[in-house]
């Protein structure tokens, strides 16, 4: 979608409080127009409390933003008729069917009626809804619920999409579907940022990333770059007995560098650059007598990613009180 | 905490699908923004759909009101006027009146529920005339409104009511309550949107318009009442309402009561549908 601004999202130094817990403290993004941009974070980081601020949700108490050059306070209006937004919360009405959902908001979007049924029945059928289309949305699956979501955000289709975790939660095949979604939605033009939980999704969708966390950037560039600043890749391992585990982490220290201690007791995970060195790695452990429950060489996951920008895991603690403002919030 | 490296292998059998997908994803011209009738009439519709798929809630605001007829009708209307048959004359007014009124609570109590869903969120950022989705609810409720009145009417009519202005006087009668219910239900969808549940609303909205209509002409002529109470009935607005309805339908409309209940609910609506918009917006 030609425009003649080049930024679709640029926003400098947005803060917002709730309370005395600082949500966001500063953040500042620049988004091109027809990329994904990720948004990486654990709960309470801040990110939806970001988004909410894009979306004209939420008055930020510090900073600016535009987007595609219009300023989400004073020209919430222009920014509204650009954007569209698939909440946390499914965005959806659930006492009404899902076709229902859908001309009702090709209505509210300016189609005439005859326009809205027939833009539903195909975004209906694209997605995988039509034999659910007249139950109620009360009743429908996860994974349906967040296509019919998606679905409602590009009734019309917007310039500018936010999608907020929109497959947290969801099975591995609705997340497949889901991610199909979204590179097809880019391919045709559509800027999006994505807030997510997953490196892993951030890593398949994203052009750029920025890490987010209490409030502020921590990190940002692109996936690769990002990546390389926590090592290419981990061995993760779990042992058979969680008492083997203080072992295991003296012989696996003895092949690789920086073992880190999982949040399950019986795991452990360390930065490995190849196939060779983790062969030789769990070799070690057997060597050792130390029974292995399961290992994988994988990517880098978000805790370890975390654990290289700040010293400490994402945490998902619902003591934090971002975490629970953040929920009130949404 | 292995993260799975799975790849999405394209099957021929979704190649169908993609090409589905791909069509309905095209970008489409942005049409004219919704003028701010068809997006309220939209909202509109939408209250008419959760009627349709639900329509047990209407239970709660029409039994209430028809056991207001029959409890008062046969329990105190000998007591009160004589016969029971006058004092359905009398009552049934009044009683269309509070079953009306009572409706407009539960406008409030449902935008409460509504702030509590995802919905909300896309709504609010949605390209539309801001008071749109509060107007439209509203008109939608407004036909929740006629049937409740329409409940009563017809069970008065059941126990013997005759109205001496028949049916263009019921009409215009409902009509004109509606049009005030219409004024009133902005009180409560500013409550709707000041509370935190529910609950609250209901606990809130019920404390201020029960004893505003226990404390007027509609079930008994103020006539007997202490000086100070009479003072009190002669001003409330359900008082004049009530009379207007009642002049209506025995066919001797006092102008100067209809006048004063249409200005009472254009006060209503012009000082509190701003503020119901301002706070919805606000989030």
């Given at each position: 979608m030609a425009t003649s601004t080049p930024l679709a999202i640029e926003a400098t130094g947005l803060v917002k409080s709730f309370g005395d817990t600082k949500a966001v403290d500063g953040v500042d993004l620049a988004v091109r127009s027809g990329s994904v941009y990720g948004v990486l974070g654990p709960n309470g980081a801040g990110k939806t409390t970001t988004i909410r601020m894009l979306a004209t949700l939420l008055r930020p108490d510090a900073g600016s933003a535009q987007v595609f050059g219009h300023d989400i306070v004073k020209d919430a209006d222009a920014v509204r008729g650009l954007v569209s937004l698939t909440g946390q919360l499914a965005s959806v009405d659930e006492d009404l069917t899902g076709r229902e959902n859908l001309v009702l908001l090709g209505l509210l979007l300016g189609l005439r009626r005859a326009q809205a049924k027939e833009r539903a029945g195909e975004l209906l059928e694209a997605f995988g809804l039509a034999d659910a289309s007249s139950r109620l949305v009360k009743n429908y699956s996860g994974g349906m619920r967040r296509r019919l979501d998606i679905a409602a955000s590009i009734v019309v289709t917007p310039q500018l999409m936010f999608l907020d975790e929109p497959t947290t939660g969801l099975d591995p095949r609705s997340r497949n579907q889901v991610w199909d979604i979204i590179r097809t939605l880019v391919a045709e033009g559509t800027t999006i940022l994505l807030c997510t939980q997953y490196l892993d999704e951030a890593d398949r969708l994203a052009d750029g990333i920025a890490v987010i966390d209490h409030g502020k950037v921590i990190a940002e560039g692109t996936p690769a770059q990002l990546k390389a600043s926590v090592g290419s890749g981990a061995l993760h391992v779990r042992l058979?007995?969680?008492?083997d585990r203080s072992e295991a982490e003296q012989v696996l220290a003895g092949a690789l560098d920086a073992v880190h201690l999982e949040a399950d007791p019986a795991a452990l995970s360390a930065p490995c650059p190849d196939a060779d060195r983790a062969a030789e790695a769990v070799a070690a452990l057997a060597r050792a007598g130390i029974a292995i429950a399961d290992f994988s060489l994988g990517q880098p996951s978000l805790d370890e990613v975390f654990l290289a920008l700040t010293g400490h895991p994402a945490q998902d603690d619902p003591a934090d009180p971002s975490a629970l403002t953040e929920a009130e919030v949404a | 905490m292995s993260v799975n490296p799975t790849t999405t292998p394209r099957s021929a059998t979704t190649a169908a699908a993609d090409i589905a997908l791909r069509k309905a994803l095209a970008s489409t011209p942005r049409p004219p923004r919704a003028s701010a009738f068809a997006a309220s009439l939209a909202f509109a519709w939408r209250g008419m759909l959760k009627v349709k798929h639900v329509p047990e809630q209407l239970l709660d605001v029409t039994i209430t009101p028809v056991m207001f007829v029959l409890m008062f009708t046969y329990l105190f209307g000998g007591a009160i006027a004589g016969s029971t048959g006058e004092y359905l004359e009398y009552i049934l007014p009044g009683i269309l009146v509070m079953s009306v009124l009572f409706t407009t609570v539960y406008s409030g109590i449902a935008l409460n529920t509504d702030l509590t869903k995802g919905v909300v969120d896309r709504i609010r950022t949605l390209p539309i005339w801001k008071p749109a989705p509060l107007v439209g609810s509203l008109l939608g409720d407004s036909v929740r409104y006629v049937l409740a009145g329409t409940v009563i009417i017809v069970l008065g009519v059941a126990l013997g009511y005759r109205p001496d202005a028949g049916i263009g006087g019921v009409v215009a009668a409902l009509g004109l309550v509606v049009i005030f219910a219409f004024g009133l239900s902005w009180v409560f969808t500013t409550l709707g949107l000041l509370l935190r549940s529910p609950n609250a609303v209901m606990n809130a909205g019920f404390m201020g318009i029960f004893p505003l209509t226990f404390l007027s002409n509609v079930f008994v002529d103020p006539e007997t009442l202490p000086s100070g109470l009479k003072a009190f009935v002669d001003v409330n607005p359900i008082s004049i309402l009530a009379s207007a309805s009642r002049g209506l339908m025995e066919g001797n409309p006092d102008a100067t009561d209809i006048v004063v209940v249409l200005a009472v609910a254009a006060v209503l609506t012009a000082v509190f549908a701003p503020i119901t918009t301002w706070l919805y917006r606000r989030g």
């Open positions: 058979l007995d969680p008492e | -």
